[in-house]
């Protein structure tokens, strides 16, 4: 059992940037895989960065590459999303999630945090 509780979510201005943080506690942090997933109002919930469990491995959809890092910190057990040049279309609940794979699919994700709300404004 891994339980997953995200931080650093807030308003911020077009351009701006945002650091959210996912603290772990559970089982063995290192050994499992890291991602964030975001949800609009009225959208399905999509991939937005995962991370190996090495934090050697990365990948992003399309949309964020250059913008967004992801990383993680296994002697914290943390896993970090930073957000620079933040749009409005980026506004959603930010969600980590944990799991045995570094893949794309929600559905492969076992663990999820309650979310933190991202809101940015034009």
């Known amino acids: 059992q891994v339980q997953l509780v995200e931080s650093g979510g807030g308003l911020v201005q077009a351009g701006g940037s945002l650091r959210l943080s996912c603290a772990a506690s559970g089982r063995t942090f290192s050994n499992v895989a890291m991602a964030w997933f975001r949800q609009a109002p009225g959208k399905e919930r999509e991939f937005v960065a995962s991370?190996?469990?090495?934090?050697?491995?990365?990948d992003y959809i399309s949309s964020v590459k250059g913008r967004f890092t992801i990383s993680r910190d296994n002697a914290k057990n943390t896993v970090y999303l930073q957000m620079n040049s933040l749009k409005p279309e980026d506004t959603a609940v930010y969600y980590c999630?944990?799991?045995?794979?570094?893949?794309?699919?929600?559905?492969?994700?076992?663990?999820w945090g309650q979310g933190t709300q991202v809101t940015v404004s034009s």
């Open positions: 999630a944990a799991g045995r794979f570094k893949v794309t699919t929600r559905t492969a994700y076992d663990y």
């Open positions: 991370v190996s469990w090495s934090g050697t491995s990365t």
